[in-house]
């Protein structure tokens, strides 16, 4: 019964790799756009109330392609086995936690710290200040993480 399975996961190994890369698009397209937006109120903090409306929805298309990434990186991982033991399929992995974890404190903490700051944002209050160091942390955690795990995907698929 196991042997079927993944001989039917490897029957559909090339439709597995495009929603596997198709989840990672959706992923890094969304953290770029976000990060992108982000560096704008940077130079515009009167948008703010623009950009608590935008990044949740780019949150979403985050976890969207954290979803599909997971199920299809499963099915691609099953049927290959010893590939735990390599070191860079480790450090994907890490990289992958990583992201989730953060993109959990990005959901559970910043945002909702951003939208009760949105009133005194173009203030640059000591409150925004301290927020925007921590949000700006998990923002680049984000960012370099996503990149790193895209890069790796090149690196085995």
Known sequence: MESEFFSW??????????????GAIISLGSVVAADIILLWLKFKPNMASIVAKVTPLLSL??????????VSGLLLFLPRVGIEGYSLFQLKMALVI??????????????????KLVPEWSQNTKMVKN?????GIATAVSFLGWWGIVVLMKIFY
């Open 131 to 135: 927020f925007t160091k921590a949000a």
């Open 61 to 70: 298309q985050v976890w969207i392609g954290l979803f599909i990434l997971s």
């Open 98 to 115: 990583l992201v989730f974890l953060n993109g959990i404190f990005l959901n559970l903490w910043v945002s909702p710290n951003f939208n």
């Open 9 to 22: 996961i490897l029957k559909y190994d090339a439709w597995i790799r495009f929603f596997h890369v198709a």
